[in-house]
């Protein structure tokens, strides 16, 4: 069994889960999904598909590159999303403006360390949290 996490904004793989969620309160300070479980689910078993679809050995590595991107292991021959939920990771977030480009810095609210993968989707995504902030 494989525990990955998505963001559920971009749909990007952030990695592997390191524990079960711990549930928290996090009052109106949440960033909102801007995709659904099922809309995340679908293109990791399209991708699988792909994957098992081809034969010749340079497209296999390709498909492979691209699952192992998406943290599915290879070989495989199918996936089943057995479970999906929605889980808030605590972050600080800065906005950072310099000469008219935008950018944002996740940092791990627990560990103090930059997530330069959470940084790249939340600024590939400003308008977004940009809404969910109330800064459009």
């Given at each position: 069994?494989?525990r990955n996490i998505y963001d559920a904004i971009?749909g990007k793989y952030l990695g592997k889960a390191?524990?079960?969620?711990?549930?928290?309160?996090?009052?109106?300070?949440?960033?909102?999904?801007?995709?659904?479980?099922?809309?995340?689910?679908?293109?990791?078993?399209?991708?699988?598909?792909?994957?098992?679809?081809?034969?010749?050995?340079?497209?296999?590595?390709?498909?492979?590159?691209?699952?192992?991107?998406?943290?599915?292991?290879?070989?495989?021959?199918?996936?089943?999303?057995?479970?999906?939920?929605?889980?808030?990771?605590?972050?600080?977030?800065?906005?950072?403006?310099?000469?008219?480009?935008?950018?944002?810095?996740?940092?791990?609210?627990?560990?103090?360390?930059?997530?330069?993968?959470?940084?790249?989707?939340?600024?590939?995504?400003?308008?977004?949290?940009?809404?969910?902030?109330?800064?459009?």
């Amino acid at each position: 069994m494989v525990r990955n996490i998505y963001d559920a904004i971009g749909g990007k793989y952030l990695g592997k889960a390191t524990g079960p969620p711990v549930e928290i309160d996090l009052g109106s300070i949440s960033v909102r999904p801007q995709l659904r479980d099922t809309q995340l689910a679908g293109p990791l078993r399209k991708a699988v598909e792909r994957y098992v679809s081809v034969s010749q050995e340079t497209a296999k590595e390709r498909h492979a590159d691209h699952l192992n991107e998406l943290g599915i292991p290879t070989p495989c021959r199918s996936i089943d999303v057995g479970r999906s939920q929605l889980v808030h990771m605590p972050m600080y977030l800065a906005m950072l403006r310099r000469e008219g480009a935008d950018r944002v810095v996740a940092v791990n609210a627990r560990s103090g360390d930059l997530n330069q993968r959470v940084s790249s989707v939340l600024t590939a995504n400003i308008g977004h949290l940009r809404q969910a902030f109330g800064k459009v």
